[in-house]
Each structure stands twice: as C-alpha cells, then as structure tokens.
C-alpha cells in the first residue's frame, strides 16, 4: 500500500509539472512572449548537414581554423599556470591581456588605460552587457536595416522596441532618422520615449538658433511628460525647456523651468539631475544679477560633482564658482575654481578623438580662459606683480595657439624639421612595426617555429627603439619645441619685456589711426 501510495504521489507530481510547464506564463517570465526564435539557431541547424555551405551565418571555413596553434597555447599555459588558469579571475579580465590591448588602444589614438579594458567572451556579449546597461523596458532602440540578428535578439530580452533606418553604403541613412523619430512617437505606446525623442531634437534646434520652434515642441510634448506621471521624465522636460530659455537669453523663464525641474527631480531622488539643475540655475541667476542665489544654488550642486565624477558638469560648475567669486573680489577662492575648471577642461579636451572636436571644444569654452586671465590681471594689480600679467599673458596665447593647432588638418605641417625626411621616415617605421605586428600573429596562428617568433621580436624591438629615437630627433627641433613644448616667457629683464610689448601695441594703433584716415579721406 505504501509504495503504491508513492507512486500515485509521483505520477500526481509529475503531472502537475507538465502541466505548470505546458502554462508557460506561470513558470517564465512575461518578457519570453516577447522572445523570437533564435533566427541564428535555425541558421546554425542548417549547417549540420554536410552537403550544405550556408553563407547565412557567416561561418569561417573550418580547414582555416589554427587548431595545432590553439592547443599549443592552452597546452602553453597549463604547464606554466594551470592551477591559475582554471581558477576564477576579477570581472575585468586578466590585466596582463587588458594592458596590452590598453596600448594597442593608445597607438591607435583611443585614450583606454587597461582600468578602462573590460574582455568579454566575446562579441556578443559585449552586445548583451550594452542592452543590459543602457535599455529600460519599453526603450526604442534605433538600428540599421538590415541590422544583425544575434543583436535584435539579445535587445529584445531586455523588452526594448526597434526603429529600422535604411542603410547606403555609408551605413546608416541618418537624414531618416528624423523622420523616424517623428513617425515612432506618433505610433509610440511608451510616452517616456515620445517625450525623450522630441526633447532631443529640441534641443538640436535650439542648437541651431531656432529658439521658437525648440520652445514650441518642448512645450507641445510637457503634456505627454505629465501624462507619464514620471517625475524624472517630467523634470527633464522642464530643464531641456529651461536650457532652451537660458541660450535665447530669456533668463526670467529660465529661472522659472530650472525651478520646476528641480521640485520634480527632488520628488523622484535622481541626484545627479538634481545637481545639474541647481548648475543651471545658478548660471541663470548669475545673469540675472542675483549673485547670492547663484552662489546657494552653485554650492548645492557642488557636493555631487565632487562625489561622482562628471568633468564636463564639473568644469562648468567650477568655472561659475570662480566667476562669481572673481566677481565679489574673493580672488583665493576664485583662483582655485578656475584652475580647477581649466584643468579639467583641458582632460577634455585631451579626451576629444578628433583635431576638428577639440578645436569645436575649446571654443565652446573661451570664456574659462577668459575669465582666468581677468583673474590673473586683477591680482596682479593687487599684488603688484608683474609675473602674474606674464602668466596671464601665457595662458591667454596658449589657449590661442592650442585652438588654431586643433583647427588645422594635420600637426606634422607645423612640425617640420629642418630635415623633411625625418617625417618620411617616420611614416616608414610605423608601417614596418605593423607588419610586424601581424607578422608575428601569422606565425603564432600557424604554429610556426619558436625560432621565426623569436626573430620578429627581435626585428620588432629594433624597429621601436630606432622609432623612439627618431621621435626624440623630430621632437628636439627648435620649431617643435616652440610649437608643442612651449617654454614659460622668464622674467629675465621685465623692462625689455614690456617695451617690446609696448612697441607692438604702438604699432597696431599706428595701423588702426591709418585705417581711419583712410574711411575719413
């Protein structure tokens, strides 16, 4: 009786399973509606017939595999570090590997220090790790059509929605983008991305001086932002709107939406927002001339940024603190700020991957160097110093000649040596060091010789030491020097100094009075 009992209690059991497992919605998660079927598994099962090459998938020719290299690398470590080798490892990856790849990074003109290298296992998982990061349910995400399937997959796990542009053999159409976006928020279910869609593109008119239809379609979409009933969402809208009044110089306005955006962003506890906002107020209030309200609403702000790093909120939240303390005569304070924000500013710069960016940058930003200069000025004048007017001086060109450098298509024209070959040269080692480079990976995935390995490193550190003495040639040229390596203006004899600069300010205004004659004459 009892093992019959038993048995009725399993085949009860099992029974049940089946058909909690039949009911998919109560054993899965509502999103695997959502799922389609894997389009690369279907793919994938194709291929498993021998007398079939699939081009669908994107399959490498199995004979091309490096097998015999393969092995040998794991058969490598093992013997060297196995046990560390089949033993867990940090998040980030091996930092030997994440160290190279740093330099690889770096001669290709990518700022990526190996703290910043995360090795994924391959690429689909650092497409995953973006969905993951970056897609919120209901999220569009904008993508090429066609666009890859292993991709639209992995998105839609995280529940996002898809806006297909057309591509051309440039790639994406992005003079349909806008059209698109206008076409989603029409049809759009999710009001958040309806109102984040026009905010933006608001924003790019208001970028252009079209201040009026920027305020219009903000002002249009606020409905669809209350309507979310999303603080945040709401909040962003009245700050885009406040940004909007502040570049057309309505500044009463801007008060007005900087305030609302900052009551909504309380209400939601989204700090940095929060610290952005009171920014922006301060800056408002500044123009307004309510230099005590500024000054509240920038030291609010402050506590965040000094937390969490945020260089661009930063520079600009330093360079309003300096202002205003140049302004109300605190110079201590305002020296501080403003070398804060222009050492910051200048990381940014660096940070910029093109010459035409950081030109765009900098002047963006001339207003820092601005007020930095005043400052040095107004304490030399208090202090009677003159090296501080020469420091003044140094900055103010410095940031001339750092602007018209970035704006010019290539440094190696300003650079010229006194020997042009010394740059051919130049271009000659850095292609050698490459086909080096993949020279030596040939042979490894080949499993060549240790011997032939050995020999391309050694042709390999001969080529990048000559190139390191060829830079340091290149880099001690007197036009170089002056040109990036800039040396500080020296006291040495101040009233030389100042008689040549009153000798060409004379100059100018003897061109200036000749001017005038002439539209008089």
Known sequence: MATQRRTLECQALVAAQSIAFQEKTHRFASRMSRMPVSA??????VTEHPEIISFAGGLPAPELFPVA??????????????????????????RPLREWISGRMQKRGIDASADRVLITTGSQQGIDLVGKVFIERGDAVVVENPCYLAALQSFSAYEASFIAIDGDGEGMRVDQLEDALRYYRDGAHDKRFAVDAQTKLARVQAARGYYDDAR?????????AVATSNNLTIGLCHEDLGRVWLEAHSYENARSEFLLAIDYFTRSNSAR??????????????LLGNLTQAAAAYQKALPYFEKNPDYTNEAALRFGLGKLALQQGRLKEANESLERSIKLTEQLRENAWSKELRSSFLGLVH???????????TRSVQEHDRRLEIRAFEASESGRARALIDSLHDLRELRQPSDPSLLLKEAELQKEEQRLIDGRAKLVSQAASEAGIAQLDKELREVRSNYEALEARINDQPRANYLLRPTPLVERNPALFWKGVSAALAVVLFLVLLAQLGLKT
Do not use: H, N
Request: charged share 20%; hydrophobic share 45%.
């Open 40 to 45: 690369i598994r279907e793919i994938l099962k």
């Open 69 to 94: 290299a393969i092995a040998q690398a794991y058969a490598d470590v093992f013997a060297s570090e196995g046990p560390a080798a089949l033993q867990y490892s940090t998040t980030e990856g091996w």
């Open 216 to 224: 219009q379609q903000i002002q249009a979409v606020l409905a669809d």
């Open 273 to 286: 927002p929060l610290a952005r906002a009171q920014m922006y107020l301060g800056q408002t209030e500044d």
């Open 367 to 377: 207003d820092r160097y601005q007020a930095y200069v005043e400052l040095l000025m």
